[in-house]
């Protein structure tokens, strides 16, 4: 089956999960974040902002905060790489292009850092050897490949699948978290 065919229905999986259901299970996923040791050990931690029916970090900003020095994707439009840049407070974050929460490029470019301790990660589906399919775009891959830390996958147990398909540049997380499963590979 095609990337793009899978993609749409790993996505389908995710989207009927109830709302009610994915923050149920997002408090839930945040919790066991919290009891890991990579979490308790990192001072920096790169953190998406959620979007859609994604695990909804939106919601650990406060909390993590007031306990870790929070990095966020910055992305420029027309650029295929991504950085990262220092969140202070939720309310900095504004709508990019794509429609994604993350710092005004300015502020971006000036708080713009190079190390992480704990790489917090999304996908659409993620397999039993960590491999992940994201959305296509091949950002987290160059994120790996250039920055230490450690991957960690999070998403519903919905989706986790046996396997993902994979090309020689994809590189997996070291772990994978949901409300369920915490699988170190």
């Known amino acids: 089956m095609k990337k793009k065919c899978l993609r749409n229905n790993y996505k389908k999986i995710r989207d009927e999960i109830p709302e009610s259901t994915r923050k149920e299970k997002s408090r839930a996923i945040f919790s066991r974040l919290k009891s890991l040791d990579e979490y308790k050990e990192a001072k920096r931690i790169f953190l998406f902002v959620s979007m859609g029916s994604e695990v909804e970090t939106?919601?650990?900003?406060?909390?993590?905060?007031?306990?870790?020095?929070?990095?966020?994707?910055?992305?420029?439009?027309?650029?295929?790489?991504?950085?990262?840049?220092?969140?202070?407070?939720?309310d900095e974050l504004v709508e990019n292009y794509w429609g994604?929460?993350?710092?005004?490029?300015?502020?971006?470019?000036?708080?713009?850092?190079?190390?992480?301790?704990?790489i917090i990660t999304?996908?659409?589906?993620?397999?039993?050897?960590?491999?992940?399919?994201?959305?296509?775009?091949?950002?987290?891959?160059?994120f790996f490949s250039s920055h230490e830390g450690f991957r960690l996958g999070v998403g519903f147990h919905e989706q986790l699948v046996h396997e993902v398909p994979r090309n020689a540049y994809d590189l997996p997380v070291h772990a994978f978290l949901s409300e369920t499963d915490c699988l170190v590979f």
């Open 58 to 90: 939106i919601h650990w900003l406060d909390d993590l905060l007031k306990e870790k020095e929070v990095l966020i994707p910055a992305t420029k439009k027309g650029d295929s790489e991504m950085k990262m840049a220092r969140l202070l407070s939720k």
């Open 122 to 142: 999304p996908g659409l589906a993620f397999d039993h050897s960590g491999y992940r399919m994201g959305y296509g775009g091949g950002f987290y891959d160059r």
């Open 100 to 118: 994604i929460l993350e710092l005004p490029e300015d502020l971006a470019q000036a708080r713009e850092e190079t190390v992480c301790d704990l």
